[in-house]
């Protein structure tokens, strides 16, 4: 009975013991969870504002002058083409037309034109140039004699040298080249911003500013096509190149360095830090 009474007893004790290890530590471990939580929730949250801090003195910094007048080809590009819808809308109020078939193809065709209004120009074209091209040559066309035709019909001669200058202006816009064209289109500024002299292509501030309108491009670029790895590499060269190119100029001129790197958009930790291959241009 002794035993039997004793061993109840003892068991009793090691289910109570059972009960409060089973118990009391799941409560703490709850609690540490939901801490872990809170202090996980906290640093994402601190990460997220370090990182729109970072964005907003990004954009700060690089809002200068020259940065500001390059030709972006996405912006340019997005803002000449028509969206489906629009070409939509424009074929049917075409097809749907009272008028002749005619008139019809001429709205049509007037629905769908890209337009051209940027100011500037391919090639090397300079604006004056195209106003001389598009303004006065088909006004000085038009005064000229040609013969039976021009005295019969000068209306019509007038209207076709309108035409063929607008076609010729539409062709050599920049609006309607393509990327390359662009990239030329700003490097020739950067020439024209930053060469000490007419011409000069190879000081150290042109080259560092070719560099960074090619950074800036590869830039667009990787920021929709992530796993393009390969230009990725060739963006990391290019970042290299440039502080190689600037810690040039900083050996040859102080005062030249720290405003090419004002009007670039750069800071020192830029050029003189550690340059990795990043995994995602932001």
């Not at 090639?123 to 004699?145: F, N, Q, T």
Request: hydrophobic residues 35%; aromatic residues 4%; contains cysteine.
């Amino acid at each position: 009975m002794l035993r039997s009474f004793q061993s109840r007893q003892q068991t009793m004790l090691g289910m109570a013991a059972v009960r409060a290890i089973h118990t009391t530590p799941a409560t703490s471990s709850k609690r540490r969870l939901s801490n872990r939580k809170a202090e996980l929730e906290a640093q994402r949250a601190a990460e997220a504002e370090a990182r729109e801090r970072a964005k907003e003195q990004l954009r700060r910094l690089k809002d200068t002058d020259f940065l500001n007048s390059l030709v972006r080809p996405s912006k340019l590009f997005e803002s000449t083409q028509i969206s489906q819808q629009d070409a939509a809308i424009s074929s049917s109020l075409a097809f749907q037309s009272k008028s002749s078939a005619n008139d019809g193809a001429q709205s049509f065709e007037a629905g769908l034109k890209r337009k051209a209004d940027s100011g500037a120009y391919a090639y090397h074209i300079d604006p004056r140039d195209m106003d001389l091209i598009s303004e006065v040559a088909p006004k000085a066309a038009s005064g000229v004699d040609t013969g039976f035709g021009h005295s019969i019909m000068p209306e019509a001669i007038n209207k076709n040298g309108e035409i063929q200058a607008d076609i010729v202006r539409r062709i050599a816009a920049l609006d309607n080249a393509n990327a390359k064209a662009v990239s030329k289109h700003n490097i020739s500024k950067a020439v024209n911003k930053f060469g000490r002299s007419d011409g000069d292509s190879g000081s150290a501030e042109v080259q560092a500013a070719v560099w960074t309108i090619r950074i800036n491009s590869l830039e667009d670029h990787l920021r929709s096509n992530n796993k393009d790895h390969q230009n990725r590499r060739t963006y990391t060269k290019l970042l290299h190149k440039r502080a190689k190119m600037l810690k040039y100029l900083k050996r040859e001129s102080l005062e030249r360095y720290y405003l090419c790197l004002k009007q670039l958009g750069l800071t020192k930790a830029m050029v003189e830090g550690e340059i990795l291959i990043p995994k995602r241009v932001e």
